[in-house]
Nanobody, 114 residues
């Protein structure tokens, strides 16, 4: 069993920044991809950013240039630095881990509003 715990969500004004963190624990043998997804009310869950074990990254077009994903393989953590946040970034953000199986965190709310 693997547990993913997210932190760092909250309320921020447009143009502000937040940093999300996700820590993985449990029976982890090797991690392939870690990622962040988000789901806004009434919308499907979508990929925000992903990073492979080789540090290759992939971003949704809507966040390119504003968000940065990083990981610490020694600590089994992944982070998402979010800058210049916009109201349309408001969503529940979920941590994702691929390690022979897909694991999800419970999500953390990000609200961008003035």
């Amino acid at each position: 069993q693997v547990q993913l715990v997210e932190s760092g969500g909250g309320l921020v004004q447009p143009g502000g920044s937040l940093r999300l963190s996700c820590a993985a624990s449990g029976r982890i043998f090797s991690i392939d991809t870690m990622a962040w997804y988000r789901q806004a009310p009434g919308k499907q869950r979508e990929l925000v950013a992903a990073i492979t074990s080789g540090d290759s990254t992939n971003y949704a077009d809507s966040v390119k240039g504003r968000f940065t994903i990083s990981r610490d393989n020694a600590k089994n953590t992944v982070a998402l630095q979010m800058n210049n946040l916009k109201p349309e970034d408001t969503a529940v953000y979920y941590c994702y881990l691929l390690s022979g199986h897909i694991w999800w965190g419970r999500g953390t709310q990000v609200t961008v509003s003035s």
